[in-house]
């Protein structure tokens, strides 16, 4: 069954099986992931993530559902990645949508094309589970979800504001995120916004962005990737969407190490990006990223409030790492 991220919003109450969340919209996955996670808190599930970055890892990440600690009788586990499982991660897959009792597997992925639709996974996923197309279709589905997240900043946009925040941002959904976040620390809750209070956020959006951070990581820009980084942090930028914009490109750093001759497009890097990631292969070794993985899910728990590290030490080392300088080593 296919839903987008309404009506799966709408089910997670009732969510039960497999997922499957694909789109290149972070802030529609982070939104949806927050609200299927604090239900599982609310109902007591076991929650456990895993990050995958080869086909053969599928098999192994599945069987951790079997693998509940003394105190819960059900478990959400969230694998995350950009490959479908070989053949014996397909076999596990399907043995779990078959009987998957009262546990939940979410897998969430980049957008899947019409060709991966086609696949053996993708069919298995749609025919007895849940696979949710993170996108929205009009100018007034992605009004109304930047309304919402207005609303939990506590901001209120006239309409002249509204239509100028949409020119200024293009229709860009997470840029026009960004400039809400900075609209909430310029001004007290429950401000009425217009035209004048918008004009520094917008201001300040045009300086930095976190396409901005990761496009000078992957050239090794180390000095300006730091600069880039201490300006997102005094803006307020959100350290989960910072994290989520350094994800998304070292999995697809860690692909391209793996390719002798990467295939860009597959990998789906636009044509006029691909000099940046050619950089990288000639920058980084397979060697280089193997306690990406680890540092990432680190950061991710210590966002989450788990541990003592600070995630915005961990976001550094994140950053250096991409940039091929890591601050530490094994």
């Known amino acids: 069954m296919k839903a987008d991220y309404r009506s799966a919003s709408k089910r997670i109450a009732n969510a039960q099986g497999v997922w499957l ?7 529609l996955a982070q939104s949806l992931l927050e609200q299927l996670r604090q239900h599982w808190l609310r109902q007591g599930i076991e929650r456990q993530r895993i990050d995958i970055t080869s086909a053969s890892e599928w098999r192994e990440a599945l069987s951790q559902l079997d693998n509940l600690s003394l105190f819960a009788s059900q478990m959400a586990l969230e694998i995350h990645t950009s490959y479908k499982p070989d053949a014996a991660g397909l076999q596990a897959l399907e043995r779990f949508i078959q009987t998957p009792g009262d546990n939940l597997l979410i897998v969430i992925m980049p957008k899947l094309d019409g060709t991966d639709q086609k696949t053996k996974f993708f ?3 749609s025919a007895n589970g849940l696979v949710v197309a993170l996108q929205l279709q009009n100018a007034e589905e992605r009004q109304n979800f930047l309304n919402e997240m207005a609303q939990q900043l506590q901001l209120t946009l006239s309409p002249a504001a509204w ?3 949409a020119d ?3 229709n860009n959904l ?6 809400l976040m900075r609209l909430s620390f310029l001004y007290p809750p429950q401000t009425t916004i ?3 209070e ?3 956020a917008l201001s300040d959006q045009s300086r930095y962005t976190l396409y901005d951070l990761t496009d000078a990581a992957l050239q090794g820009q180390a000095e300006r990737t730091v600069r880039i980084l201490h300006y997102l942090q005094e803006s307020g930028e959100a350290e989960s969407l910072i994290l989520w914009s350094l994800a998304k490109e070292m999995r697809i750093v860690i692909q391209l190490l793996d390719q002798p001759f990467p295939n860009y497009q ?9 000099y940046l990631y050619q950089d990288v292969h000639k920058r980084l070794a397979q060697s280089d990223t193997v306690n990406w993985t680890s540092l990432l899910l680190r950061c991710d728990q210590s966002i989450k409030g788990v541990g003592t590290e600070k995630p915005w030490d961990l976001l550094l080392q994140l950053c250096f790492a991409l940039v091929g300088c890591p601050l530490f080593t094994a």
């Open 163 to 165: 239509r100028m925040l």
């Open 194 to 196: 217009d035209i004048t």
């Open 174 to 179: 997470l840029a026009a995120h960004q400039v």
């Open 168 to 170: 200024q941002t293009e």
């Open 21 to 27: 969340i694909h789109g290149d919209e972070p802030l």
């Open 266 to 274: 597959a990998l789906g890097i636009w044509s006029s990006r691909q």
């Open 198 to 200: 918008l004009q520094p």
């Open 123 to 125: 069919q298995a996923i």
